[in-house]
């Protein structure tokens, strides 16, 4: 119980310390995405008004309905939009969370508190997972009462609302892993930001330079078949189960299990990489010595 009751203590004060990261979340998601939701419902109502001018009332509802469905699911489904915002908000909740690490002060200040570091990673990186979660659902549920409210919901709405929501869920959990990797193998902000962006696009370089190569040397190479976006990253397995899904209309098994796994092997690796870290690197461009040369050969 006492256990339970300081975990919980712990978890609230973090969540002061981060509370301008719940502000911006639950701004984007309760405000905005609401707000954004209303304005494109009011604005095919009032397209609708020359559509019954046009068609007649009969014809003009079942247009206005039609429209209203297709754009409310374009809102709460899975969407280029909420890829963006659901990537910001985990580069964002990441590094705040854990840019303790790029100081000494701060590094000896929670080394000397009377908690073990696996707690403190936990409730860091929890909160980190709630204050998306939390706020993505209250918006999504009030976006989706709003299109009730305007007759603009049907089963195939909740239907994209409920793929999306695991989705975008395990996109975000994807990014905010790969986000500590990229910090806990750095000593600052700047390098952080740098690793971040070479997890994102190395391996789509090294496919756009490996085609380029063969398409010089090779004579009869053709482009037909090939495929320049990165298998390992959480971006195209994103866009590439929204697509079948919009085929299917329901969640590619391949594809989902895929970004679980994926974001499950970062977190356990970048959980790894905290126990690991020694307090000394604060400041440092490369946390672990042994990753340079590494380093080196993947930037030749």
């Avoid at 911006?24 to 995405?33: G, I, T």
């Avoid at 936990?122 to 993505?136: D, E, T």
């Avoid at 085609?211 to 090939?226: D, I, N, T």
Wanted: some cysteine; overall charge positive; charged content about 15%.
């Amino acid at each position: 119980m006492t256990s339970k009751s300081s975990f919980l203590v712990s978890m609230k004060e973090n969540s002061k310390r981060r509370l301008w990261v719940w502000i911006v979340s639950a701004l984007a998601f309760m405000l905005v995405f609401p707000a954004l939701t209303a304005l494109t419902i009011n604005g095919i109502i009032r397209a609708g008004r020359q559509v019954a001018e046009s068609y007649g009332n009969t014809i003009a509802g079942e247009i206005i309905h039609e429209r209203l469905i297709n754009n409310v699911i374009r809102m709460v489904g899975m969407n280029t939009g909420m890829l963006l915002l659901s990537s910001a908000i985990a580069v964002i909740s990441a590094v705040q969370g854990f840019s303790y690490l790029y100081s000494r002060k701060k590094i000896d200040f929670y080394m000397g508190m009377p908690v073990k570091r696996k707690k403190r990673f936990l409730v860091i990186w929890l909160n980190g997972i709630l204050l998306y979660v939390i706020p993505y659902l209250a918006g999504l549920a009030i976006s989706l009462l709003i299109a009730a409210g305007n007759g603009a919901v049907d089963r195939s709405v909740f239907v994209n609302a409920a793929a999306a929501a695991v989705a975008n869920s395990i996109l975000y959990l994807g990014v905010y892993h790969m986000a500590i990797l990229a910090l806990m193998m750095t000593g600052n902000i700047v390098v952080t930001g740098f690793a971040f962006l070479t997890f994102c696009l190395y391996e789509f370089l090294v496919r756009m330079v490996s085609q380029g190569y063969k398409q010089m040397f090779f004579r009869y190479f053709s482009y037909y078949g090939s495929d320049r976006m990165p298998v390992l990253s959480p971006f195209t397995m994103y866009i590439n189960l929204s697509s079948r899904f919009s085929y299917t209309n329901r969640l590619d098994a391949k594809y989902l299990i895929g970004m679980l796994v994926f974001a499950a092997a970062l977190g356990m690796l970048s959980y790894i990489c905290y126990l690991k870290r020694p307090a000394e690197a604060a400041g440092r461009a490369m946390t672990f010595g042994i990753t340079k040369p590494f380093v080196k050969v993947l930037l030749v």
